[in-house]
Each structure stands twice: as structure tokens, then as C-alpha cells.
């Protein structure tokens, strides 16, 4: 049994290798791309508007009314960077529906991936709420001494994230596999939807995590500030 996508290789030459998780990243990226471009046509400002961008606001509005939530402030400098981390996770695990797919997230190198662009942008956010020093100022505290083990957290937390999400996609599509072997007529189908679900669930709670992240280090930096 194949645990990763990453062991489906479909072409390689030396060091260069072409593997399921980098054509179903793709497909998902293209998928995407172009149904952004669909949906966003011939958008409208007046009373009348179609089918296909009432639902498109209908799920901005979700996504930003959930990171409003979380960060109990003005979701918009936020909602590009969550909301495309909540749709991309979602598609990748989504598209599991269709036979001899491969969900991306079942491999540690694009969750891990997805956890270091969450490490990178955290301190941007912080940073630009706060300034360069009242930001690098709370990893000082509460005394000097505890830099490294700051520091250490901040990557454990990015190891965690990936870990999180490549575990629970992975013990899924191992499930489903055992199940198909042992009773291949109707429960299968059952736990594939609920590995849509598992799928979806985990997407959400990836995207409120790098919410979270942000916000604790936009509050700790104006904590930082107030003293």
C-alpha cells in the first residue's frame, strides 16, 4: 500500500520527478485559477446579480465572518491570505471524490509547505500592525533568557500544523483503502464521505489556526506596545 502521494511517481529523470502530489497540486491550482476567472466575469454592482456570484459572495462573506470571529477585528487585510489557504486545503481534499485521485495533503512536503507560508506571514502581520522592534520585543519576555525556548515554539508550532494535517488526511485515505479490501460494496462509500467531511473539517480548523497565529501576534505586539 502507497502511504504518500509522493511515492506515485508518473515520470522521472535524474533528480527531477513528477509525482501524484505535484499533478493533483496542479490540477487543484488550475481548477481553481480557472473557476476564479469563470465565477468573477462580468461581476455586477446593482440589484441584479447572477446565480453564480450571489454564491460567490455567499462564501466570502462566510469566510470573512468566521475570521472576524476568530480575530474580533476587521477581517479584510486578512481574508486573501485565510480564505485562499481555507479553498485551496478544501479543493485538494475535496477532489478525493474522483476515482485514482491522490489528495496532496496526504503528503508531508505540501503540508509542510502550507505551515511554513502560515510561519512566514505571522510576523509579517505582526510587524506591520507593530513595527520591526515592538514585535521582536515579545520574544524576550518575559525575561532574556527565554529567546531560544521562544523561538522553539514558534517552530514546533509550524511542525505541529503540518504534522496535523498530514496525519489526519493520511490515516483517512488508509482507512478507506482497508475498507475497500475488506467490504467493497456500500460502507467504502459511507467513510468516503466521511473523509470529505474529515476533509473539509480539517481545511476549516487549518485556516482558523494561521487566524489565530496572526492574531496573537498582532495582540502581543500591541500588549507590548501598551507597557
Given at each position: 500500500?502507497?502511504?504518500?502521494?509522493?511515492?506515485t511517481?508518473?515520470?522521472?529523470?535524474?533528480?527531477?520527478?513528477?509525482?501524484?502530489?505535484?499533478?493533483?497540486?496542479?490540477?487543484?491550482?488550475?481548477?481553481?485559477?480557472?473557476?476564479?476567472?469563470?465565477?468573477?466575469?462580468?461581476?455586477?454592482?446593482?440589484?441584479?446579480?447572477?446565480?453564480?456570484q450571489?454564491?460567490?459572495?455567499?462564501?466570502?462573506?462566510?469566510?470573512?465572518?468566521?475570521?472576524e470571529?476568530?480575530?474580533?477585528?476587521?477581517?479584510?487585510?486578512?481574508?486573501?491570505?485565510?480564505?485562499?489557504?481555507?479553498?485551496?486545503?478544501?479543493?485538494?481534499?475535496?477532489l478525493?471524490?474522483?476515482?485514482?485521485?491522490?489528495?496532496?495533503?496526504?503528503?508531508?512536503?505540501?503540508t509542510?509547505?502550507?505551515?511554513?507560508?502560515?510561519?512566514?506571514?505571522?510576523?509579517?502581520?505582526g510587524?506591520?500592525?507593530?513595527?520591526?522592534?515592538?514585535?521582536?520585543?515579545?520574544?524576550?519576555?518575559?525575561?532574556?533568557?527565554?529567546?531560544p525556548?521562544?523561538?522553539?515554539?514558534?517552530?514546533?508550532?509550524?511542525?505541529?500544523?503540518?504534522?496535523?494535517?498530514?496525519?489526519?488526511?493520511?490515516?483517512?485515505?488508509?482507512?478507506?483503502?482497508?475498507?475497500?479490501?475488506?467490504?467493497?460494496?456500500?460502507?467504502?462509500?459511507?467513510?468516503?464521505?466521511f473523509g470529505?467531511?474529515?476533509?473539509?473539517?480539517?481545511?476549516?480548523?487549518?485556516?482558523?489556526?494561521?487566524?489565530?497565529?496572526?492574531?496573537?501576534?498582532?495582540?502581543?505586539?500591541?500588549?507590548?506596545?501598551?507597557?
Amino acid at each position: 500500500m502507497q502511504i504518500s502521494p509522493d511515492e506515485t511517481i508518473y515520470w522521472q529523470s535524474g533528480f527531477i520527478v513528477i509525482n501524484a502530489t505535484l499533478v493533483f497540486t496542479w490540477v487543484a491550482m488550475i481548477l481553481l485559477i480557472g473557476g476564479s476567472w469563470l465565477i468573477t466575469r462580468n461581476l455586477s454592482t446593482g440589484r441584479s446579480i447572477t446565480v453564480r456570484q450571489s454564491m460567490l459572495e455567499s462564501i466570502v462573506s462566510m469566510i470573512q465572518r468566521q475570521i472576524e470571529e476568530v480575530m474580533l477585528s476587521n477581517a479584510r487585510p486578512f481574508l486573501a491570505f485565510i480564505g485562499s489557504l481555507f479553498l485551496f486545503i478544501a479543493t485538494l481534499n475535496l477532489l478525493s471524490i474522483f476515482p485514482g485521485y491522490r489528495s496532496p495533503t496526504g503528503s508531508l512536503s505540501t503540508t509542510s509547505a502550507l505551515a511554513v507560508c502560515v510561519f512566514v506571514v505571522v510576523p509579517i502581520y505582526g510587524i506591520r500592525a507593530q513595527g520591526v522592534g515592538q514585535y521582536l520585543r515579545q520574544y524576550l519576555q518575559p525575561t532574556f533568557f527565554m529567546l531560544p525556548f521562544n523561538i522553539f515554539g514558534e517552530l514546533s508550532r509550524t511542525l505541529a500544523m503540518a504534522v496535523r494535517l498530514f496525519g489526519n488526511i493520511m490515516s483517512g485515505e488508509m482507512i478507506i483503502a482497508i475498507l475497500l479490501t475488506l467490504v467493497p460494496l456500500f460502507f467504502p462509500v459511507v467513510m468516503q464521505l466521511f473523509g470529505l467531511l474529515i476533509g473539509m473539517i480539517q481545511a476549516y480548523i487549518f485556516a482558523v489556526l494561521a487566524a489565530v497565529y496572526i492574531a496573537s501576534a498582532m495582540s502581543d505586539a500591541q500588549l507590548s506596545n501598551e507597557d
